[in-house]
């Protein structure tokens, strides 16, 4: 942990924060507000990921939009955040203006590549994890390792009671059929990646081809090449108005 020491021996990477989703569940609250911007709190959702990145010296953010996606770059550019050393550089994937909608996460991914360092952080807009840290020491164990990828996995909420991915005593992520017999868990939606692992999809989505990133994920953990550990602290997958209305019924610890 370097409690959001920045020094010299830091590896610079960039952080994608996935915000071009529409939001169906939500509705009718992001008929006119997209789902990173809405209220947690006291503050806009995607708030909380940019405070938590700034504090781990992450400074340098892709966003990607699509749905009001004007709204979300004005919220930046009239409240810009800095972390005490400098001010976040935010750049950005407008995915509508460029395609007419969302060209789904992998593929909003590759489209952001160029802008991109060759290992990045990404997460969804819409889950909140208060106590995450986005350590510079996570960052180097990744780089020192050999994984296309590392995914902080969480115990399954009610409402994804099967999970997504299983986990091997050694840290692997392990690509288990929803009937498994072994216990899988949910991606949580925050991870690291190298460029490589989006390697058969064209380098900056030129033609704006949709694809989803779980293929990807499966076919790099048949070769064991993404690694994962479990996050046990504060998580809530914000997409339903009644959830967003009992995170704001509670107070963060």
């Known amino acids: 942990m370097n409690n959001g020491a920045v020094n010299s021996t830091d590896i610079h990477v960039k952080a994608m924060i996935l915000a071009a989703g529409r939001g169906e569940r939500m509705r009718p609250l992001t008929d006119s507000c997209p789902k990173p911007l809405l209220q947690v709190r006291g503050k ?3 708030d909380w990921h940019t405070e938590a ?7 340098a953010l892709v966003i990607n939009t699509a749905w009001l996606g004007a709204q979300i770059s004005s919220h930046f550019s009239l ?9 976040l550089s935010i750049s950005y994937s407008h995915e509508a203006e460029d395609f ?3 060209l789904e996460t992998a593929g909003g991914i590759a489209r952001a590549l160029p802008q991109l360092s ?3 952080w990404v997460l969804a807009g819409d889950v909140f994890a208060p106590g995450f840290e986005f350590s510079q020491a996570a960052v180097s164990r ?9 995914l902080w996995l969480v115990p399954n909420p009610d409402h994804h009671p099967r999970g997504d991915f299983g986990l091997s005593a050694d840290g692997l992520a392990l690509n288990l059929p929803a009937d498994a ?7 949580s939606t925050i991870g690291l990646y190298r460029q490589a692992l989006f390697k058969d999809l064209p380098f900056g989505n030129p033609q704006g081809l949709k694809a989803a990133l779980a293929p990807l994920l499966r076919a790099a953990m048949d070769n064991q090449r993404v690694s994962a550990e479990l996050y046990e602290g504060a998580w809530t997958d914000v997409g339903t108005p009644a959830r967003l209305a009992e995170l704001n019924q509670t107070t963060t610890n």
């Open 79 to 87: 409240q810009p955040r800095q972390d005490g050393r400098k001010q």
């Open 181 to 187: 017999a072994g216990p899988r868990f949910t991606y």
């Open 100 to 102: 007419g909608g969302a």
């Open 53 to 59: 990145l700034a504090r781990g010296g992450f400074n």
């Open 118 to 120: 060759d290992v990045f």
């Open 142 to 150: 990744f780089v020192a390792s050999d994984k296309l990828a590392h």
């Open 44 to 46: 806009p959702l995607i």
